[in-house]
């Protein structure tokens, strides 16, 4: 294996040459000079949220609400020409939910097998997001409607489902997944993971969870508790690490104040009850989809806002927010995960910054953090499998030796 990962960073650094090189052609030949501004998504995912949100208040699950926001998701879905497949599951007691799932094939990747030769197989990974929302019966009668949690999830899904054509050269076979039932023990991503077959289970490489991205001060990427497990944390976390790469190379935060961090705490604590003292480091002690993802021993990640800056974990809460303390700080499954309460405490004004008559920066935090997390997952899709070639990465490989022949039994022939 590490003959083969040498190889394919030999490979990635021909396409990024290469790839500049004709950026740089590109730019040379045309005298205007155009700039692509990441994450420039306009406000479709923030209108899906708070349409969501706002329709469907009440989509407890297995409700009717929740069955009706289901089929609010799979029109958006169909909106965006995709046919999704609605899987039906129910509960021990006969109670039904729907997921609304769009699968969209890539490349495959090129792997190196036992004997050293190359084959192009598949490798899968999950975007999900639950639409249901814990509606409990104190909160009848007040405003909250979930946009936070998560109506924000699933803005942000269909967000990434939108851009998905402008990527062309996917290695990933991606699953989009709307859960129903999250907020019944993770039902719906329960019922997805046990439908895909032993050998597309075998092959998800990464299942990313969105989830109340809105309320909390800060965007937190974690990683699963599986990778607490001794010899696992970097094979276990290295989707997580490349998120943090993808934001920062794009400048989302000197763009739009956005930044995707993670939670060092430091606490010493038993947190996956082994019996062993963990690091509260890159984990989330918030659950949501990711959950059976997690105990199948797939690598997740899992976006939220929160805020981990504290000294103990039982102080830990989504907000410091002075207008947002009611509860002691908590959003989530309390009224204040409300449209009309939390547009009034986050959203300024847009503004022009440089005063050409044109908004340079959104003043819309849920549009800013929806965009720019959907961004951050594709991008970091695109950076691959980690132990596989897409076939352009593997034809660039085999068309650019660095040896007369290759150890793997793939004759190679010499560059002019």
């Keep these: 294996m590490g003959r083969f990962m040498n190889r394919l960073i030999k490979t990635a650094a021909l396409t990024l040459a290469v790839s500049f090189c004709a950026g740089l052609l590109c730019a040379c030949g045309d005298d205007t000079e155009q700039t692509v501004i990441p994450a420039d998504y306009g406000t479709y995912g923030a209108d899906i949220a708070r349409q969501l949100a706002g329709t469907y208040s009440d989509r407890t699950a297995y409700s ?34 729907n997921n609304y799932v769009v699968k969209i094939e890539g490349t495959g990747f090129y792997s190196e097998g036992a004997d050293g030769s190359y084959s192009l197989g598949r490798k899968i990974a999950v975007i ?15 405003t909250f409607d979930g946009i936070s949690d998560n109506a924000s999830g699933v803005g942000c899904l269909l967000t990434a489902l939108a851009q998905a054509s402008s990527y062309k050269k996917m290695g990933f076979d991606v699953y989009y997944v709307a859960f129903g039932a999250g907020t019944d023990s993770y039902a719906g991503a329960n019922a997805f993971l046990n439908s895909l077959s032993v050998e597309d289970r075998s092959n998800v490489e990464v299942m990313y969870c969105i989830d109340s ?27 997580l690490y490349q998120t943090y790469d993808v934001c920062y190379a794009n400048t989302l935060y000197s763009t739009y104040g956005f930044d995707i961090l993670y939670n060092e705490s430091g606490i010493e604590t038993d947190l996956n009850g082994d019996g062993n003292a963990d690091i509260y480091n890159e984990v989330s002690a918030n659950k949501s989809d990711y959950v059976p993802f997690d105990d199948a021993g797939i690598p997740i990640v899992f976006f939220d806002s929160y805020d981990y800056n504290f000294e103990s974990m039982d102080e830990m809460k989504d907000t410091k927010n ?19 309460i939390l547009d009034a405490a986050l959203r300024t004004e847009d503004t022009d910054e440089d005063g050409d008559g044109v908004t340079d920066k959104s003043g819309d935090v849920l549009q800013i953090r929806i965009n720019a997390i959907a961004f951050v997952i594709m991008e970091t899709l695109m950076k691959g499998s980690d132990d596989g070639m897409t076939p352009d990465e593997y034809q660039t490989y085999i068309n650019n030796p660095t040896e007369s022949t290759l150890e793997s039994g793939v004759t190679e022939t010499t560059a002019d």
């Design 64 to 97: 009717q609400g929740e069955q009706q926001a289901g089929e609010f998701v799979q029109q958006a879905m169909k909106d965006l020409g995709y046919e999704p497949q609605v899987q039906t599951f129910t509960n021990s007691s006969g109670l039904a939910s």
């Design 128 to 142: 999900g997001a639950h639409y249901d929302a814990a509606m409990r019966s104190d909160l009848t009668g007040s």
């Design 213 to 239: 991205i809105y309320a909390g001060d800060k965007v937190y990427a974690s990683a699963g508790y599986n990778s607490l497990v001794p010899g696992s944390k970097y094979a276990m976390r290295r989707k």
């Design 322 to 340: 002075l207008t947002l303390q009611d509860y002691g700080g908590a959003v989530r499954s309390t009224p204040l995960d409300s449209t009309s």
